[in-house]
């Protein structure tokens, strides 16, 4: 699309859902080729891990975090394709992200709920928690959007 000029390098691209190897490949060689707000939402925290090592950019990338809900999964193990936890979200950006604003920036918080947004107990009490999530991190977190 950029090449027939439909599309500038100006333009939002969020790189949401699990990512193997060739999608993350992909989402770096965009954002080294000068695409701007290229937006991966780290799945799981090795992801970062990978961006950190193929991400030649002069200028800091943005990145985004998926909340894993604390739905039970309809299979017997959790998966780090379902986010991060949001007890863990916290560290991370402590240990990983905080003090790194010059290489990256965390921009996004992302959740999502396998059954969907429903008006139950369920939904506001996660939509609840992700909010009060994001309120603690926006204070150590000046680069996430509000």
């Not at 954002?31 to 090795?46: H, Q, R, T, Y």
């Not at 894993?68 to 309809?74: L, M, N, Y």
């Not at 240990?95 to 396998?114: P, R, S, V, Y």
Request: charged residues 30%; hydrophobic residues 35%.
């Amino acid at each position: 699309m950029y090449k027939r000029r439909k599309i500038n390098k100006d333009i939002n691209i969020v790189c949401n859902g699990f990512k193997q190897r060739n999608y993350t490949s992909r989402i770096a060689k965009l954002i080294n080729s000068g695409f701007k707000n290229v937006i991966p939402v780290l799945d799981n925290k090795e992801e970062l891990n990978m961006y950190k090592r193929s991400v030649k950019s002069k200028e800091p990338f943005k990145i985004g975090i998926r909340i894993a809900a604390e739905e039970e999964p309809t299979f017997p193990f959790y998966t780090s394709r379902l986010g991060i936890r949001a007890k863990d979200v916290l560290e991370f950006y402590v240990d990983e992200i905080e003090g790194n604003e010059d290489k990256f920036q965390l921009k996004m918080l992302h959740i999502f709920l396998n059954k969907g947004i429903k008006d139950d107990i369920y939904y506001w009490s996660e939509l609840r928690k992700s909010i009060n999530l994001y309120c603690q991190l926006k204070r150590s977190a000046l680069s996430l959007i509000h």
